[in-house]
């Protein structure tokens, strides 16, 4: 089992920067993947970046060039470096890992981008 931990989430003016990050414990030497999806009001769950276990790494077209994810796999950690943020990443944003059989979320973090 594996559970994550969401922080860093809050607000933010459009153009301003956030990194959040993720703490997973458990048996985190079994993953494979990690990675970060978002919620707004009234849409689906949608991918925002992922990064495998050896450094691959997947963006979103609409956050491509503005968000980095990076992660320390012996300390559990995954982390979503956010600029240039604009109203529209506004959602609730959701770590997720996943290993061979798996896929475990944690409980999310709030990110607000308003003037």
């Known amino acids: 089992q594996v559970q994550l931990v969401e922080s860093g989430g809050g607000l933010v003016q459009p153009g301003g920067s956030l990194r959040l990050s993720c703490a997973a414990s458990g048996s985190i030497f079994s993953l494979r993947a990690m990675g970060w999806y978002r919620q707004a009001p009234g849409k689906q769950r949608e991918l925002v970046a992922t990064?495998?276990?050896?450094?691959?790494?997947d963006y979103a077209d609409s956050v491509q060039g503005r968000f980095t994810i990076s992660s320390d796999n012996a300390k559990g950690m995954v982390y979503l470096q956010m600029n240039s943020l604009k109203p529209e990443d506004a959602a609730v944003y959701y770590c997720?890992?996943?290993?061979?059989?798996?896929?475990?979320w944690g409980q999310g973090t709030q990110v607000t981008v308003s003037s």
């Open positions: 990064i495998t276990s050896l450094g691959g790494t």
């Open positions: 997720n890992a996943r290993d061979n059989v798996r896929v475990f």
